[in-house]
């Protein structure tokens, strides 16, 4: 095959690939991996108190979970004021650890884009990313 040729099938099987996992949270997950996964995330996300700060710079984020290519799959926002930050953030390792297993397991694939943490902000004296407080561009 030519290069002219080859080219329209790794950009179809990229699109494919991509368009299977576009979160990089595998899709086929076995039960017992996918709830522990979904049970580390749902008890790292109760830890994250979003309530009790007066001000934006009182808000942070923090990453969470393992993409198949590298970095966290999402990010949460949290008040540093009424959050056990050491204990979110040993949870949130636990489940890096648990996804990134899984993810190596059942050879799971994701985009490889570089995601950032989103900006914070302050509504009604709850932490939030930036793209879900209103108001904020």
Known sequence: MNARAIAPLIVLLAAASAAQCPTGAP???PPAEQSRVTRLEAEARGLAR???CSSADQCRTAPVGARPC?????Y???CARTTDSAAL???LEELRQAEMEFN???GAASTCEF???PSVGLEAGMCKSVSTVEGIK
């Open 70 to 74: 590298g970095g966290p799959r999402d």
């Open 115 to 117: 995601r950032t943490p």
């Open 27 to 29: 899709q086929d997950q």
């Open 89 to 91: 953030f040993r949870k």
């Open 76 to 78: 949460i926002a949290y």
């Open 50 to 52: 979003t309530d009790g």
């Open 104 to 106: 190596r397991k059942t």
